[in-house]
């Protein structure tokens, strides 16, 4: 019954703003390390960014530093991830994952996480 589900992707022109959401069922996200990822063909799936379980800290890879920000809604059992100031090269499928393995800190790469959503489509050009 685990199951994650990632929405609000689309398009958008460089300088615009998204927001994903991965929504949770089955589980209570709260308790894990959620990361976002994105892969654009033919390249590797690559870390964007996570949320950390034990105090709410939270990690960026450089390309989107002060564009991007994770977030978290307990209530909702969701994570979100605002995307602003958009940029062709952020053209990709953007997948959320959780790491079943709790207590430690986020991971970076993609083969340490255990549950993946279906991925959601963001596409920026003019």
């Known amino acids: 019954q685990v199951q994650l589900v990632e929405s609000g992707g689309g398009f958008v022109q460089p300088g615009g703003s998204l927001r994903l959401s991965c929504a949770a069922s089955?589980?209570?996200?709260?308790?894990?390390?959620v990361g976002w990822f994105r892969q654009a063909p033919g390249k590797e799936r690559e870390g964007v960014s996570c949320?950390?379980?034990?105090?709410?800290?939270?990690n960026y890879t450089d390309s989107v530093k002060g564009r991007f920000t994770i977030s978290r809604d307990n209530d909702k059992n969701m994570v979100f991830l605002q995307m602003n100031s958009l940029k062709p090269e952020d053209t990709a499928i953007y997948y959320c994952?959780?790491?079943?393995?709790?207590?430690?800190?986020?991971?970076?790469?993609?083969?340490?996480?255990?549950?993946w959503g279906q991925g959601t489509q963001v596409s920026v050009s003019a």
């Open positions: 994952a959780v790491d079943k393995l709790v207590g430690v800190r986020c991971a970076r790469h993609a083969y340490e996480y255990d549950y």
């Open positions: 089955g589980f209570t996200l709260n308790h894990y390390n």
């Open positions: 949320i950390s379980s034990s105090d709410g800290s939270t």
